[in-house]
Structure formats: C-alpha cells, structure tokens
C-alpha cells in the first residue's frame, strides 16, 4: 500500500483498554496452550495496530510540524501510551506467570519472555503522569529545532540546509556558517537547559520511584541490554580511549595537514579536502536511479525490497520549511513497511540514505511476515549493525553516486566510521554522569562535556561562545529523546568495520553472514548475533585494537590526491 494511501484512524482509547483488559483475563484463564497462543495473538494484532497508528501520526507529524491534526495526533499519542502502558504490562504479567508459559517458550523462544520481563521492570502506574511529561518534553525539543530559521548571507536556512556550508572548502565560509549555527543556538540556549533539567528531573523521579539508584538502571531496561551490562560498556568505552582515540588523533592531524590548517576547529571538522568533500552528482532522481540499479544488482532480496520501497512512496527525503531535522526509518507493521525519513542537502549523507536508513528498511522488510511482530523487534545496536554494515556492503557501487570523487568518499567514509567512535563513546560517557547527578546545574553539565572533549577528542578547538561553553551536546537529539541510545551506535560502527574486513577478502561469505544475521531479527541476542557471524566481540580485550589496525592499514595503502 502507498504511504499516502495509508488510512489513519485515532484509536479509541477506552475500547482499546477494555479489549485489553479482556485480553488479560483470557490469558490468565486459559484451559490449553492453543487457548494461550490464540489470545496472544489477538494481542499482538491490538498492539501492532495501536503502534502503527502511533506510528503514522508521528511520521507525518515529523513530515510537516505545522500541521495541527498531526501535531494534535502526536499528542494523543505522548499521553495515551503512557495510560496503556499499565494495561500492557498487566497483560505481560499474567502472561509470564502462564502456566502454559514453557508451551509458549517453545513455540516462540525464551528471548521473548526474557525481553518482556525486562520491560516489567520499566513500568509503574505511578509513572504514567511523568512519561506523558517526558513525551511533551521531547516533543517540544524536537519542535524547538525544527523551528530554526538561520539567517546567512542572504538567505533563510534550517539547520539541515545548513550541513553544506559546513563543508565548504573556504575556511571563512565554513566559519560564518558555524557562527551563524552557533547565534542561533546561543539565543535558544535558556530554553535548550530548561528542556533538559526538567527531562532529567523527570526520569530520576521515574526511577526512584521504582526502586532504583539512579535512572541508569532503569534505562538500561528501557533500551533491553539483555546481553551486555553497564560494566561491559565501560570495558568498550575504555578500549577507545586506549586503541581509537590515538589513531583518531593521527587522522585527524592528517586532514588538518590536508586542508591547509595548523589544528582542526569545531568550524574545519566536517571538511575533510581542500578541493571539496566527495559530493553525489545528479539530482535526487538520479541518485534513487542508481539505488535502484545496486540495489537490483546487489542480491535478489535487495532487489525485491527496493522496488517495494520505490512503489509504495516509502520514502520522503526532500528538506522544506517545518519539516523535521535528521533522519530516521520507521516500521508500520501493519502494513508490513518501513519508512524512510531524511533530509537531502547536496552532500554525501544524502546517499547515506540510501544505504544506512535503507539498511533499516532492508531488516524491517526482511522481517515482516514473522509472527508474532514482537519477534521482529531487535535491539537497537542489532539495528544499527544492519544499516552501518549496508554503508560499506555497497561500497562497489559509489561510483555511480560520486564519479571521479569516489575515492575520496570512500576514504572519508571509512576514517569517519573510526573517527566516531570517540565522538559516540563520549555521548554515552556524558549520559552516565549526568544520571548519577539530577541535580547538576547547567554549567556542570556543560563543564562535564568540554572534559571529556579533552579525553576523546582532545585534537578539536572549539570557537563561538557556544561550543566554548561546552554546549555541543544540546544539538545531539539521542541525549534528550533516547537516552543511553548512543553507544549502540558504536557497537555497532565496530562490527560494521568488522563486516567491512571480512568483505575485502570474500565479499559473498562476508553478505551471506550478513544476511543470515538480518533474517534471525528479534530471535537472537547482539552478543549471540555476533558470535554466530563469527565476529569479534566488541567487549573482548583487543577487538577495537584489530578493527582500527585493518581500517587504518586500508586507509594509509589508499591515499587520496587532493585535487
């Protein structure tokens, strides 16, 4: 079905939570598993819809911020599933209490019941008025910077539309775009704190509330780290600092060298030649003629998903007024689609889109007759393993996007792939000690990122007050809207990079392993996932240390002429 085909229709809350309330009694009563499994479908069915209504009302709230019934819609939805969180969980609590539950762990798998008894964790009816208050809260921040009107030179820009002056070879243009960034955040910067001390008050108030220290456990069991703990995050995050952070260095004062400057500034850190980066020829419709084509030549199950994107409007990709900033894939399961938002502004992350968010798509499409549809869920660095490991999957065909500067694209995509994994270690390292400090005042906040700026990426030099205070990480959304969300980016960056070695020595071995991890979608844990690929494991000694040595021998045997 086309996207704009797609009917909407607000549930009706209270139906909803009768049915629901049926539900639980028909599981707590029933006679034989096949009774069991019957409810819990009925169930699966309700919240696939529910969800995907949600779903919908948020894309094409995002789609177009001005539009009141979708802004109303998105509303509805920041308060109600809050109100039918308490009937979801009395649902999965008679439904782990089952005495039918060993029947149903053989039909469907234990991870399920594993994943549902982590979600218990995360719930209190207590809660409900603060989550709806968290909601609003990200909403309005969400809101708040798809507002941003940027004067510059003439012209009026969003903060996407911004991204190519951000590039441009001259430093003085790159340097009065990030200024005009900067005014404009500088001038937002009271509202920007209030947002973020009240969400952090909120979640800590959430978290005390059910027992916990701080509100870093309780998001560990929102973001279900069903395989890994706090303790092995830090193990990673230290193998950073001890193997990425000094190869980061290197390639960092490598591209200063290469542009012409004595260190890189906030203002030179996205250009990476002086000639210009690698940007995609031809216009958007050309850029979607060549997915189709690598996308058909690539594998026959690419080939068929793609299409199935392409003819059912599944992608909305064009910036304008109002529209919302970044970039994201959302899954509609009951229509069995994914959905593919983002922003093109004339760089290469406009085919980032095609390869990273289809990525997303790809898993999601992969994934869609499974049943029940909570075992198409995945955990988010499983997610992220499928759309960053699709970046370099499709490395062969880059030259049908960049021409003459593929090489230049291929050399920047796999140093920034290295060089992340500071940034994003440093996002998550940031979110720990904020949550084991509510009370801090902005300015600890602030002091608390230009330290670790220090220790992760201690080759930058900020300018503008802006930066200067330590207020980057006000324009990272994750750290408002998805808390401890980050670091599964860097999870899975490090198993990209593995994907990406093993496919420079057989690539069809390399995609078949990587299909095979696709397909298992929520039946597997990461780390299970991960072993079964025969990859290393990102929290064993000396993985990061094996990633960045073959990336950067790949990288020091490529050298690009800057021209």
Same mark, same amino acid.
């Given at each position: 079905? /086309?996207?704009?085909?797609?009917?909407?229709?607000?549930?009706?809350?209270?139906?909803?939570?009768?049915?629901?309330?049926?539900?639980?009694?028909?599981?707590?009563?029933?006679?034989?598993?096949?009774?069991?499994? &019957?409810?819990?479908?009925?169930?699966?069915?309700?919240?696939?819809?529910?969800?995907?209504?949600?779903?919908?009302?948020?894309?094409?709230?995002?789609?177009?911020?001005?539009?009141?019934?979708? #802004?109303?819609?998105?509303?509805?939805?920041?308060?109600?599933?809050?109100?039918?969180?308490?009937?979801?969980?009395?649902? &999965?609590?008679?439904?782990?209490?089952?005495?039918?539950?060993?029947?149903?762990?053989?039909?469907? !798998?234990?991870?399920?019941?594993?994943?549902?008894?982590?979600?218990?964790?995360t719930f209190s009816p207590e809660n409900i008025?603060?989550?709806?208050?968290?909601? /609003?809260?990200?909403?309005?921040?969400?809101?708040?910077?798809?507002?941003?009107?940027?004067?510059?030179?003439?012209?009026?820009?969003?903060?996407?539309?911004?991204?190519?002056?951000?590039?441009?070879?001259?430093?003085? @243009?790159?340097?009065?775009?990030?200024?005009?960034?900067?005014?404009?955040?500088?001038?937002?910067?009271?509202?920007?704190?209030?947002?973020?001390?009240?969400?952090?008050?909120?979640?800590?108030?959430?978290?005390?509330?059910?027992?916990?220290?701080?509100?870093?456990?309780?998001?560990?069991?929102?973001?279900?780290?069903?395989?890994?703990?706090?303790?092995?995050?830090?193990?990673?995050? #230290?193998?950073?600092?001890?193997?990425?952070?000094?190869?980061?260095?290197?390639?960092?004062?490598?591209?200063?060298?290469?542009?012409?400057?004595?260190?890189?500034?906030?203002?030179?850190?996205?250009?990476?030649?002086?000639?210009?980066?690698?940007?995609?020829?031809? @216009?958007?419709?050309?850029?979607?003629?060549?997915?189709?084509?690598? =996308?058909?030549?690539?594998?026959?199950?690419?080939?068929?998903?793609?299409?199935?994107?392409?003819?059912?409007?599944?992608?909305?990709?064009?910036?304008? /007024?109002?529209?919302?900033?970044?970039?994201?894939?959302?899954?509609?399961?009951?229509?069995?689609?994914?959905?593919?938002?983002?922003?093109?502004?004339? @760089?290469? !992350?406009?085919?980032?889109?095609? @390869?990273?968010?289809?990525?997303?798509?790809?898993?999601? *499409?992969?994934?869609?007759?499974?049943?029940?549809?909570?075992?198409? =869920?995945?955990?988010?660095?499983?997610?992220?393993?499928?759309?960053?490991?699709?970046?370099?999957?499709?490395?062969?065909?880059?030259?049908?996007?960049?021409? !003459?500067?593929?090489?230049?694209?291929?050399?920047?995509?796999?140093?920034?792939?290295?060089?992340?994994?500071? =940034?994003?270690?440093?996002? +998550?390292?940031?979110?720990?000690?904020?949550?084991?400090?509510? #009370?801090?005042?902005?300015?600890? $906040?602030?002091?608390?990122?230009?330290?670790?700026?220090?220790?992760?990426?201690?080759?930058?030099?900020?300018?503008? +007050?802006?930066? $200067?205070?330590?207020? $980057?990480?006000?324009?990272?959304?994750?750290? *408002?809207?998805?808390?401890?969300?980050?670091?599964?980016?860097?999870?899975?960056?490090?198993?990209?990079?593995?994907?990406?070695?093993?496919?420079?020595?057989? *690539?069809?071995?390399?995609?078949?392993?990587?299909? $095979?991890?696709?397909?298992?979608?929520?039946?597997?844990?990461?780390?299970?996932l991960v072993e079964g690929a025969g990859l290393?494991?990102?929290?064993?000694?000396?993985?990061?240390?094996?990633?960045?040595?073959?990336?950067? &021998?790949?990288?020091?045997?490529?050298?690009?002429?800057?021209?």
């Amino acid at each position: 079905m /086309k996207f704009s085909e797609m009917p909407y229709k607000r549930p009706d809350l209270e139906e909803t939570k009768q049915t629901l309330t049926a539900l639980i009694g028909e599981i707590q009563t029933a006679k034989t598993p096949a009774d069991a499994f &019957e409810t819990y479908r009925k169930y699966d069915e309700l919240s696939s819809y529910f969800g995907t209504m949600g779903g919908l009302a948020y894309t094409r709230h995002t789609l177009d911020t001005t539009d009141k019934f979708y #802004d109303d819609e998105k509303s509805f939805f920041d308060e109600a599933g809050p109100v039918l969180g308490e009937f979801t969980q009395n649902f &999965e609590k008679a439904l782990v209490a089952s005495p039918h539950r060993a029947a149903m762990e053989e039909k469907f !798998g234990t991870l399920m019941f594993t994943n549902i008894e982590m979600s218990l964790k995360t719930f209190s009816p207590e809660n409900i008025p603060d989550s709806q208050m968290e909601n /609003k809260l990200c909403s309005d921040y969400a809101k708040l910077l798809a507002s941003a009107q940027i004067e510059f030179r003439g012209g009026t820009y969003t903060l996407a539309q911004m991204g190519p002056f951000h590039e441009n070879p001259d430093r003085e @243009t790159r340097k009065a775009a990030r200024a005009a960034v900067a005014g404009w955040c500088e001038a937002q910067k009271g509202e920007l704190d209030r947002l973020f001390s009240e969400l952090v008050a909120v979640r800590d108030r959430m978290a005390k509330r059910l027992g916990y220290q701080t509100f870093t456990e309780l998001g560990y069991y929102r973001m279900t780290r069903n395989s890994y703990d706090e303790a092995m995050v830090k193990t990673f995050r #230290d193998q950073i600092v001890k193997y990425v952070v000094p190869v980061s260095e290197r390639l960092k004062a490598e591209k200063a060298k290469r542009i012409g400057v004595e260190r890189i500034t906030v203002y030179d850190d996205a250009l990476d030649f002086l000639s210009g980066n690698a940007k995609p020829q031809g @216009t958007p419709d050309d850029i979607f003629a060549h997915g189709k084509k690598m =996308y058909t030549e690539l594998s026959p199950e690419t080939e068929e998903f793609f299409n199935f994107m392409l003819e059912n409007e599944l992608f909305d990709v064009l910036t304008r /007024k109002g529209k919302s900033v970044g970039g994201y894939c959302i899954t509609l399961y009951a229509f069995k689609s994914p959905f593919i938002f983002a922003n093109f502004n004339g @760089t290469a !992350g406009d085919v980032d889109v095609l @390869t990273h968010e289809a990525g997303h798509a790809f898993a999601s *499409y992969r994934a869609r007759d499974i049943h029940p549809t909570n075992l198409q =869920y995945y955990t988010n660095e499983t997610a992220e393993v499928h759309s960053m490991s699709m970046e370099f999957f499709t490395w062969p065909w880059m030259e049908g996007f960049f021409g !003459g500067q593929t090489a230049k694209y291929r050399y920047t995509h796999l140093s920034g792939a290295l060089t992340f994994l500071p =940034y994003g270690t440093m996002v +998550d390292e940031f979110q720990h000690h904020i949550y084991a400090n509510p #009370d801090w005042s902005p300015e600890q $906040r602030n002091n608390c990122w230009l330290s670790l700026e220090a220790k992760y990426r201690p080759y930058l030099d900020n300018d503008f +007050d802006f930066y $200067r205070e330590g207020r $980057r990480w006000q324009l990272q959304a994750h750290i *408002y809207e998805r808390p401890f969300y980050y670091i599964d980016y860097c999870l899975a960056q490090t198993m990209a990079l593995a994907f990406w070695a093993a496919s420079q020595k057989d *690539y069809k071995e390399a995609w078949d392993k990587y299909l $095979r991890f696709v397909g298992y979608a929520g039946t597997k844990t990461f780390t299970e996932l991960v072993e079964g690929a025969g990859l290393p494991s990102p929290f064993a000694e000396g993985c990061l240390d094996g990633v960045s040595s073959v990336a950067t &021998e790949w990288l020091d045997g490529n050298p690009v002429a800057d021209a």
